[in-house]
């Protein structure tokens, strides 16, 4: 069986021209045999587009071709648009795949031991299932004139090699830095084989660029110099918010992680890698990000994207109001604006949670039902509980201080009635597994103020 490794670059300096320090003994060179290596250049921002030059040692191929997949170019294949590979200073064969492959390329090794190279240009620009392609600031990886955000599974190819190491270089304009979470070798960072599977974001540009540490954790935090809401202090409060709330760090990463925060115009809402997270500056969306490090996409299956996603929503704005990132007043706007989107996308007909989440990736409402109709799901469950003087914090603490993975509605439903007895089992019929409609709220009316909606009747 083949295992695909997707090997990713970070660095945290100014790289052009590229930075070649001396190399101590115990760093890699990217001329080693056993490491591939990779070479990222953006030298024209405005063309949207990065050059890549890897090199794979010959002895890591096993098998007469390289097969290299380029995930997230799926829906996208066309955003490849060259690929050459050589070895020995011959130019070797390169295969794209059939109708349902064709953001695969086979190059045709034939047994070499000799190191292959491979050179591409690719947009690397994603959108995710659901979203609208045809505005840019719902991406969430692109090459702007001014900026860029890199997905790391949309700018490298996973290989049909077994685990190695990999050095990364950056080539980029003037005054420009790549900030991520791994840690830095030599002129370039390294990426351990246990860490280059995993999705990350890249921030690339004029940022500025500071450090702080928690829980002896490193959190490398990256901001454009047009956003000035949220600093140092903020994320330190959301981060510190959810240790305390948990109980527990979330997972190591061996170089840290990075906090990407650049402007709203070019980036609506956030995502989270499994080291990393980007975002518009905004405090909500920056808790709601941070709590993904424990709430990752892992966690659970499909059917339960309303916890994973609804829930993290709450958390996002609940953190920001109490760790004193976003006042009374503006989390009462974003509540009302998620019912009222709520209300707006059940108009014609009312969904459960659990259907919703199911048709998370293929409809962009019932995306948004999950995020809205999630969020007052848990805002419900937690006044139900504080009048019995309980708390949501409890089970959440419970569920996400410990490692798990693919939970099911009913293993939620069972880990919740563990710390409630059976008191949660009504709420879990109607509206994770019932179209019923959640009761007023009394959180007044939507007035689109907020920015925490997408559907609402006026827009």
């Not at 976003?326 to 989107?341: F, H, N, T, V, Y």
């Amino acid at each position: 069986m083949m295992r695909f490794l997707l090997f990713v670059s970070m660095i945290v300096v100014s790289v052009s021209p590229v930075v070649r320090c001396a190399r101590p003994e115990a760093e890699r060179s990217i001329t080693d045999s056993a490491t591939v290596s990779w070479e990222v250049r953006i030298t024209e921002p405005a063309s949207g587009l990065v050059e890549v030059r890897g090199r794979i040692p010959g002895e890591a191929i096993d098998g007469s071709s390289l097969i290299l997949r380029f995930l997230d170019l799926r829906r996208f294949p066309e955003g490849l648009h060259s690929l050459e590979a050589r070895s020995a200073g011959q130019a070797l064969t390169v295969e794209t795949g059939g109708p349902s492959e064709e953001h695969v390329r086979r190059v045709a090794t034939d047994g070499t031991s000799e190191v292959v190279e491979i050179e591409y240009t690719i947009d690397p620009t994603y959108y995710p299932p659901g979203s609208r392609v045809e505005n840019v600031a719902d991406a969430r990886s692109r090459v702007g004139g001014e900026l860029a955000v890199l997905r790391s599974t949309s700018l490298f190819p996973a290989l049909n090699i077994d685990p190695h190491p990999a050095h990364v270089t950056f080539v980029l304009p003037e005054d420009w830095v790549a900030v991520a979470p791994w840690r830095k070798a030599s002129d370039g960072l390294a990426v351990d084989p246990e860490d280059g599977t995993s999705v990350e974001y890249i921030g690339v540009g004029p940022l500025e660029v500071r450090e702080l540490r928690i829980e002896d954790t490193t959190f490398r935090v990256a901001t454009v110099s047009e956003q000035a809401v949220l600093n140092l202090e903020s994320v330190a409060a959301a981060i510190q918010y959810h240790v305390d709330l948990l109980g527990a760090p979330p997972t190591r990463c061996s170089g840290g992680r990075a906090v990407i925060i650049v402007t709203s115009r070019f980036m609506r809402g956030g995502a989270a890698g499994r080291c990393s997270i980007v975002q518009s500056p905004s405090p909500e969306v920056l808790s709601h990000e941070v709590f993904h490090w424990w709430t990752h996409a892992a966690l659970v299956r499909p059917e339960a994207r309303w916890f994973s996603e609804g829930f993290t929503n709450y958390y996002g704005i609940k953190a920001a109001r109490e760790s004193g990132l976003m006042s009374e007043e503006q989390a009462a706007l974003c509540l009302a604006d998620l019912w009222g989107e709520m209300l707006f996308l059940e108009a014609e007909r009312r969904q459960s949670l659990s259907a919703a989440s199911v048709d998370y990736d293929s409809d962009g409402r019932a995306r948004r039902l999950v995020y809205s109709k999630g969020t007052l799901f848990a805002l419900d469950l937690d006044r139900n509980l504080q009048e019995r003087s309980r708390s949501l914090d409890e089970a959440m603490g419970a569920i996400l201080s410990e490692a798990r993975r693919s939970l099911t509605n009913a293993d939620l439903l069972e880990l919740f009635n563990r710390v409630y007895g059976n008191g949660v089992d009504a709420e879990f019929d109607a509206y994770v597994e019932n179209n019923e409609a959640l009761p007023a709220l009394g959180l007044g009316p939507a007035t689109s103020r907020s920015g925490c909606a997408r559907y609402l009747p006026d827009n």
